[in-house]
């Protein structure tokens, strides 16, 4: 019981963490490339500390294993670039809730690969499509709208990348999670490295910034979110993670002072509400009750 109730103050500080973001990125004033270096830098190293304090002997890596974290590293930049980028052409609590089809782009991806997709999961699939077709027309209505399309299509590839991230590391059974991520970062830091320009003239409000993000939302809450999750079931942590998107839309209120449309509030429930479905299995237990049509096939 009390690793449950540690597992879930976890994961909700986690998301706490990860809902609040977005307006680091923002106040920083710095290039989205630059953030995201820092984030890979400073949060791999922070990793590394993390792996070292535990003790926990890293796993060998074969080259093909290397290959698939290497490329789950890439994706995972793209995702930030994209999901940060999408920061500033759309409010931060809009492009939280678009990027919350992530679910459904896996749904897609595994399709793709021959996995059997079920009727209720395209049933959620369809509505959070309905979701973002309402979110989109709002901003097709709005003087801004240029710049708006633009952010809803970098949060959406942004949830493209993440759900291949997520494909990707799907195969790496025997490697630890915090292997995994730390690998990623270095990918990230060794990929960024020869594309940003560095500069150590920055505002200390700057710095800070960096330090948090790479510190305290990088190593600091991927520590929190592994260790939630080894302790807690999966409907558990799937409704823990809907955290995010909340906290992402009250901060943006709280420090920018936006606020959703009622048409951008109807479309982000249906797509909160589809990816709660999707993740949760609503529907599918009680398919799995009534097996005897299934399994006469």
Avoid at 93 to 104: A, D, E, H, K, R
């Amino acid at each position: 019981m009390r690793n449950i109730q540690s597992g879930v103050w976890q994961m909700s500080l986690a998301m706490l963490i990860s809902g609040s973001i977005g307006a680091f990125v923002l106040l920083s004033g710095l290039p989205v490339m630059e953030v995201v270096f820092a984030r890979c830098l400073i949060g791999g190293v922070t990793l590394l500390l993390f792996i070292r304090l535990s003790r926990e002997p890293l796993a060998r890596l074969s080259r093909l294993t290397l290959l698939l974290m290497a490329a789950g590293g890439v994706a995972v930049v793209i995702n930030w670039l994209l999901l940060f980028a999408s920061y500033r052409h759309l409010s931060i609590g809009l492009s939280t809730v678009i990027y919350n089809t992530q679910p459904f782009m896996l749904v897609l991806m595994s399709m793709l690969l021959g996995e059997r997709v079920s009727s209720v999961k395209w049933a959620w699939l369809v509505l959070a499509f309905g979701g973002v077709v309402l979110v989109l027309s709002s901003e097709l209505g709005a003087a801004h709208q240029g710049n708006g399309l633009l952010g809803a299509a970098q949060a959406l590839g942004a949830a493209f990348f993440y759900a291949l991230t997520a494909l990707i590391t799907r195969q790496l059974h025997q490697v630890s999670p915090q292997q995994i991520a730390l690998v990623q970062m270095v990918v990230g830091t060794l990929m960024l490295l020869p594309l940003v320009q560095i500069s150590f003239d920055l505002q200390p409000i700057q710095w800070g910034i960096l330090l948090t993000v790479g510190i305290v939302h990088t190593g600091i809450m991927y520590q929190l979110l592994y260790a939630a999750i080894q302790k807690l079931l999966t409907p558990i942590t799937g409704s823990l993670s809907f955290i995010y998107p909340l906290v992402a839309v009250v901060v943006d209120k709280l420090v920018f002072d936006h606020t959703l449309s009622l048409i951008q509030l109807a479309g982000g429930a249906l797509i909160l509400l589809a990816a709660a479905g999707n993740n949760l299995g609503w529907g599918e237990k009680r398919a799995q009750t009534l097996p005897t049509h299934n399994e006469a096939k």
